[in-house]
């Protein structure tokens, strides 16, 4: 709860670094027992100490995502490369039950997992998304509505491999074709501007030429 109430009110959080550095901060360095609560490598699949609470996390963003679609600069990609990883200990990241032990055991033989996704950020940035310097201003406090109405089954997800509900259109490609199409308009919007102040720099130096006195 301190995680979304923190992603809610700060816009740093929504950001591909900084909700790195709330999942760092308020559950790995805080202390939650991922190996205890994913089962890593453990088949007593009844032990009673398991249990989704990340993912149900990743899920809440998701469905504050989904109704505020400006609001984030991470894509769903994002969410699903991390849900992803938890499950695949490929990466060190969400190792071990404490930060104690992920230094000790397993920090010196493993990559993190952020290092891999800051290597190709565009993959998880949200074309749709306005920072707090884009025009108009971007509301710093997010107020996502929590009827049960508007709660959606996150199919990205859960749906993916089923070939009847699995989306046909390249979803990626057209986020990296979006990300290009942006910052081309934003060059363009930039020598506009340039120009416009050069043409007003120009402007002014003939009139100032004009209302010189003559000799």
């Not at 306005?130 to 406090?141: G, I, K």
């Not at 020598?191 to 007003?200: D, F, H, L, M, V």
Request: charged residues 25%.
């Amino acid at each position: 709860l301190t995680a979304l109430a923190m992603l809610m009110l700060d816009p740093y959080y929504r950001t591909i670094k900084g909700f790195e550095v709330l999942i760092e901060k308020e559950w790995l360095a805080f202390g939650h027992k991922f190996h205890q609560r994913i089962g890593h490598g453990d088949g007593n699949h009844s032990d009673a100490d398991r249990s989704p609470i990340f993912v149900q996390l990743i899920d809440c963003v998701w469905q504050i995502s989904r109704q505020m679609p400006n609001s984030m600069e991470f894509n769903e990609h994002f969410l699903i490369t991390i849900l992803d990883h938890l499950y695949s200990c490929r990466f060190g990241t969400f190792l071990c039950n404490t930060e104690q032990n992920r230094v000790n055991e397993v920090k010196k033989n493993t990559v993190s997992l952020w290092a891999y996704i800051n290597s190709a950020p565009d993959l998880y940035k949200n074309p749709m998304f306005l920072s707090r310097t884009d025009p108009p201003p971007v509301l710093t406090v997010l107020k996502p509505v929590a009827s049960m109405r508007h709660i959606r089954l996150w199919k990205g997800l859960y749906c993916r491999w089923n070939p009847m509900m699995r989306t046909q259109d390249p979803i990626y490609q057209r986020t990296r074709e979006l990300l290009a199409l942006q910052e081309q308009l934003k060059r363009q919007v930039e020598e506009i501007a340039e120009c416009r102040t050069e043409s007003g720099r120009n402007q002014r130096e003939q009139l100032s030429r004009l209302a010189s006195p003559m000799h």
